[in-house]
């Protein structure tokens, strides 16, 4: 049985950082491609980061480069997203999902997904 199970999420205030970890298991993780996602309440699931299986490449949604890192660790079988420079408009339940298939942004293509963590951004 496959869980991802999300935490590291919290109050802090803007400008602060957060590190979330998501930890896998029941997959062959070191060939699955990982994401994280928010969802704010209202809207839709944004795609935030992803990365590749060996970790050779990462991609970041726009309002998120430069500001967010993801990583992983094939031998612990864990996903991290190292969250700097957060403002209130971050503030979201944040998922880390896995896909069978290629990276993408789109949430439909990942086939496991996490209860998620959440995140509160203050002004």
């Known amino acids: 049985q496959v869980h991802l199970v999300e935490s590291g999420g919290g109050l802090v205030q803007a400008g602060e950082s957060l590190r979330l970890s998501c930890a896998a298991s029941?997959?062959?993780?070191?060939?699955?491609?990982m994401g994280w996602f928010r969802q704010a309440p209202g809207k839709e699931r944004e795609f935030v980061a992803g990365?590749?299986?060996?970790?050779?490449?990462?991609y970041y949604g726009d309002s998120m480069k430069g500001r967010f890192t993801i990583s992983r660790d094939n031998a612990k079988e864990m996903v991290y997203l190292q969250m700097n420079s957060l403002k209130p408009e971050d503030t979201a339940i944040y998922y880390c999902?896995?896909?069978?298939?290629?990276?993408?942004?789109?949430?439909?293509?990942?086939?496991?997904w996490g209860q998620g963590t959440q995140v509160t951004v203050s002004s």
């Open positions: 999902a896995a896909t069978n298939g290629f990276l993408t942004i789109r949430p439909r293509a990942y086939d496991y």
């Open positions: 990365i590749a299986w060996s970790g050779g490449a990462t």
């Open positions: 029941g997959i062959t993780f070191n060939r699955r491609n």
